[in-house]
Nanobody, 122 residues
Framework: QVQVGESGGGLVQPGGSLRLSCEVSGFTLDDDGAIGWFRQAPGKEREFVAG?????YYADSVKGRFTISRDSAKNTVYLQMNSLKPEDTATYYCAARRVMLSSRDEGEYDDWGQGTQVTVSS
């Protein structure tokens, strides 16, 4: 059974940084598939943020500010978020896809975490 758990959210001022972690069990990053980060702001649909198989890819809205990385030994994916803006405020979700192919489509991800809240405000 695949389990996905996010951590690292919080309150940060505009221009600040946060690092989110996504720890996966029952799923090996090197063998089993891909990881994606999505976010959902109040009153809005959930949207793709970043994903990784062997290398990362990003939504245009976060490119140059966010960096996704993986630690195979820890079976964990990180999302380093810099230069945060109020519009980055959302619940951030990590999801696992059991195919080693990149995707920006949330419907193609199989297992989801509970989400972690990120609030960017002064």
């Amino acid at each position: 059974q695949v389990q996905v758990g996010e951590s690292g959210g919080g309150l940060v001022q505009p221009g600040g940084s946060l690092r989110l972690s996504c720890e996966v069990s029952g799923f090996t990053l090197d063998d089993d598939g891909a990881i994606g980060w999505f976010r959902q702001a109040p009153g809005k649909e959930r949207e793709f943020v970043a994903g990784i198989v062997w290398s990362g890819y990003y939504a245009d809205s976060v490119k140059g500010r966010f960096t996704i990385s993986r630690d195979s030994a820890k079976n964990t994916v990180y999302l380093q978020m810099n230069s945060l803006k109020p519009e980055d405020t959302a619940t951030y979700y990590c999801a696992a896809r059991r195919v080693m192919l990149s995707s920006r489509d949330e419907g193609e991800y199989d297992d989801w975490g509970q989400g972690t809240q990120v609030t960017v405000s002064s």
